[in-house]
C-alpha cells in the first residue's frame, strides 16, 4: 500500500492543481500560456504557490532536488515572462516567451505524473517510483504532446505575425 499524504502534502497537491488547471484552460482557449489573461495570471501565481509548497513537502534538512526542480520551473516560467518584454530578442520573443511558460508547465507535469502514479489506485498504485515503465512511458507521451504543440504553436505565431506584416 502506498504510504499516506500529510495534511502539507494534500495542500500541495491541492494548490498544484492551481497552475495545471490553469494551464490547461489557457492552451484551451487561447492555444499559449496568455500571462495579460487572468488564467495566465493564475498560472504564474498557482506556480509560485506550487513550488514554495513543494519545498515544505520536501524538506530534507536541505537542499534537495525537488528544490532544484522547483527552481528551474520557476525560471522557464519567469524566463517566458521575460523574454516577452526584451525587445533586443527581435522577432524571436513570441517563440522565447511561448516555450518558456509552455515548457515550465511539463515540467510542472513531471514531479505531479510521478506523485500521481506512485499513490493510484489506493489499493494497489500503478507504479513503484520514477524508474517504473508506466511512469517513464507516460512522461515520454508529455514530452511528444510537449514536442507537437510547441510546434503548433510556432506555427500559430508565425501565422499571427504574418498577417500582421505590410503588404
Known amino acids: 500500500m502506498s504510504p499516506s499524504i500529510s495534511l502539507l502534502g494534500a495542500i500541495h497537491t491541492i494548490v498544484s492543481l492551481i497552475p495545471i488547471g490553469a494551464g490547461l484552460y489557457g492552451f484551451v482557449r487561447y492555444r499559449f500560456i496568455d500571462v495579460s489573461k487572468r488564467s495566465g495570471k493564475l498560472y504564474l501565481l498557482g506556480t509560485v504557490l506550487a513550488v514554495l509548497s513543494s519545498f515544505a513537502v520536501s524538506s530534507t534538512g536541505g537542499i534537495n532536488a525537488g528544490h532544484a526542480f522547483g527552481v528551474v520551473v520557476l525560471f522557464f516560467a519567469f524566463g517566458g515572462v521575460v523574454a516577452a518584454k526584451l525587445r533586443f530578442l527581435g522577432r524571436s520573443r513570441p517563440y522565447l516567451a511561448t516555450f518558456g511558460l509552455s515548457f515550465s ?18 489499493s494497489h498504485p500503478l507504479a513503484e517510483g520514477p524508474t517504473s515503465p508506466v511512469i517513464q512511458l507516460t512522461l515520454l507521451a508529455w514530452l511528444a504532446l510537449f514536442v507537437v504543440g510547441f510546434a503548433l504553436q510556432c506555427w500559430l505565431i508565425r501565422s499571427r505575425n504574418s498577417l500582421n506584416q505590410p503588404a
Open 105 to 122: 508547465f511539463l515540467l510542472s507535469l513531471v514531479p505531479g505524473t510521478n506523485e500521481t502514479l506512485t499513490r493510484v489506485p489506493l
